[in-house]
C-alpha cells in the first residue's frame, strides 16, 4: 500500500479485497479492484497528485454500488470511458460520436 494512504484507507482496501476474494475473484484482480477504489476515492476528495478527468467526475465506487451491471438503466462503461479509449486507439470522428456509436466503433476496432 502506499505511503500517502491513511489508516482507513488501508482498512478499506482490504475489507474491498477480502469481499472480493470471497465472491470468487482471483488475488490479483481482487487487489487491483480494491486499489481502485480507494485512489478513485483519493482522487475525489482532492487528496492525490494527478486524477483523471474520469475519476474526479463519476461518482464514488461505493455510491455507484453496481449501477451498471444490473438489469435496468446504462450498461457497461460511460460515454467518457469509451471516448478515452477512442482517443488511446486512434478512432476518427470519435468527439461527434455518441455512446453506442463509440461502443460499435471500439467493438469493430
Same mark, same amino acid.
Given at each position: 500500500?502506499?505511503?500517502?494512504?491513511?489508516?482507513?484507507?488501508?482498512?478499506?482496501?482490504?475489507?474491498?479485497?477480502?469481499?472480493?476474494?470471497?465472491?470468487?475473484?482471483?488475488?490479483?484482480?481482487?487487489?487491483?479492484? &480494491? &486499489?481502485?477504489?480507494?485512489?478513485?476515492?483519493?482522487?475525489?476528495?482532492?487528496?492525490?497528485?494527478?486524477?483523471?478527468?474520469?475519476?474526479?467526475?463519476?461518482?464514488?465506487?461505493?455510491?455507484?454500488?453496481?449501477?451498471?451491471?444490473?438489469?435496468?438503466?446504462?450498461?457497461?462503461?460511460?460515454?467518457?470511458?469509451?471516448?478515452?479509449? &477512442?482517443?488511446?486507439?486512434?478512432?476518427?470522428?470519435?468527439?461527434?460520436?455518441?455512446?453506442?456509436?463509440? &461502443?460499435?466503433?471500439?467493438?469493430?476496432?
Amino acid at each position: 500500500m502506499p505511503k500517502e494512504w491513511t489508516a482507513k484507507q488501508e482498512r478499506q482496501y482490504e475489507h474491498i479485497k477480502d469481499s472480493a476474494q470471497d465472491r470468487g475473484t482471483g488475488t490479483k484482480r481482487a487487489t487491483e479492484i &480494491a &486499489a481502485r477504489t480507494v485512489n478513485k476515492n483519493r482522487a475525489q476528495s482532492g487528496q492525490s497528485k494527478t486524477a483523471s478527468r474520469t475519476s474526479v467526475r463519476d461518482i464514488s465506487p461505493q455510491r455507484r454500488g453496481g449501477k451498471r451491471s444490473h438489469s435496468d438503466g446504462p450498461k457497461g462503461r460511460t460515454r467518457d470511458q469509451l471516448y478515452n479509449e &477512442a482517443r488511446q486507439r486512434g478512432i476518427k470522428g470519435r468527439s461527434k460520436m455518441n455512446k453506442d456509436q463509440l &461502443a460499435d466503433a471500439l467493438g469493430r476496432s
